[in-house]
């Protein structure tokens, strides 16, 4: 498996999705995140009636509010 390279770790993105999928009203949701095919991206994906799939850039100076701002943004565009 590739390495991200991202200065926030794995649980810390979990942690942060969690959060802001709480947030946005989605409860405490299982959700998978893997690497993405792309160096410095991750694919956050989120079970349920209607799943939904998002992309997470997160390379060298990622800060844990882009990553959040990252997911409120994709989240709203459903």
Same mark, same amino acid.
């Given at each position: ?12 993105? *979990? ?7 709480? *947030? ?9 995140? *893997? ?14 009636k209607t799943p939904s799939s998002f992309t997470l850039r997160c390379g060298p100076g990622t800060t844990a509010q ?13």
């Open positions: 498996m590739r390495q991200n390279r991202c200065l926030v770790e794995r649980q810390d993105l *979990e942690r942060i999705a969690k959060a802001v999928l709480r *947030e946005l009203g989605a409860g405490d949701v299982p959700l998978t995140l *893997e690497p993405d095919t792309e160096p410095d991206r991750w694919r956050l994906t989120v079970p349920g882009f990553v959040r701002t990252q997911i409120f943004e994709q989240f709203q565009r459903g």
